[in-house]
């Protein structure tokens, strides 16, 4: 037993160097994701700050305009840090702030799954009701369009929006808020060793 310590503490020993690839693919995967979003919202800028100010059909938040700007900001310049890995906790914490309002005024009522799985055991009432829905589409697809071209780079499926996405990116910024943008791999260590 003491052997298998020994060899656990020098492969930890010698991999301690390589901590900082696991921030960075975080903050790699996070980066694209984050300055697409805001590069949609200002791209489409009047029909977004329609959206989040319409409380009938839109998320209905006070001053919409103001928000769009901040959300698509956020989004585009902090997917900008993120892929520098500077002031990357910094940065981590408006980007969950953005996500908590994805997750309770855009997804939180249609549960759970980002796409439609009757089969999932987190499977709500209207995921239920996609089936039939899928069905059809698929009867319409298959009767009056060419399914197989269709369907070839992967399944048909219903998107149920729900808070899979936002709730996943939520904790990988968390995690980034807490390990920082990573050893070796960002300008916030290069910094920080500069300053001390």
């Given at each position: 037993?003491q ?5 656990w503490?020098r492969?930890?020993a010698a991999?301690?160097s390589l901590e900082?690839?696991?921030p960075?693919?975080i903050r ?5 994701v ?6 949609n919202k ?13 409380p ?17 900001g956020?989004?585009l310049v902090?997917?900008l840090?993120?892929?520098l890995?500077l002031?990357?906790?910094l ?7 953005t ?8 997804h939180?009522?249609?549960g759970w ?6 089969s999932?055991?987190l ?7 996609s089936a ?8 319409i ?8 071209w269709l ?7 219903i998107l149920?929006?729900g ?12 995690a ?6 990573g050893?070796?791999?960002s300008?916030?260590?290069f ?6």
């Amino acid at each position: 037993m003491q052997a298998l310590i020994q060899t656990w503490q020098r492969v930890f020993a010698a991999t301690q160097s390589l901590e900082g690839l696991a921030p960075l693919a975080i903050r790699l995967y996070l980066a694209p994701v984050f300055m697409q979003a805001g590069w949609n919202k200002f791209s489409a800028f009047s029909d977004t700050v329609a959206w989040f100010g319409n409380p009938e059909w839109g998320l209905g938040l006070p001053f919409p305009t103001l928000m769009v700007i901040l959300a698509a900001g956020t989004e585009l310049v902090g997917g900008l840090l993120l892929i520098l890995g500077l002031f990357t906790r910094l940065i981590s914490l408006p980007l969950m702030v953005t996500m908590l309002v994805a997750i309770f005024a855009v997804h939180w009522s249609n549960g759970w799954l980002a796409i439609a799985d009757t089969s999932s055991w987190l499977a709500n009432e209207q995921v239920m009701a996609s089936a039939e829905k899928l069905e059809r589409g698929r009867a319409i697809l298959q009767e009056h369009g060419n399914y197989d071209w269709l369907t070839s780079s992967g399944n048909f499926v219903i998107l149920n929006n729900g808070i899979e996405f936002g709730a996943t990116y939520f904790v990988m910024l968390l995690a980034l808020y807490f390990l920082g943008g990573g050893r070796y791999t960002s300008l916030d260590y290069f910094l920080s060793r500069k300053a001390s």
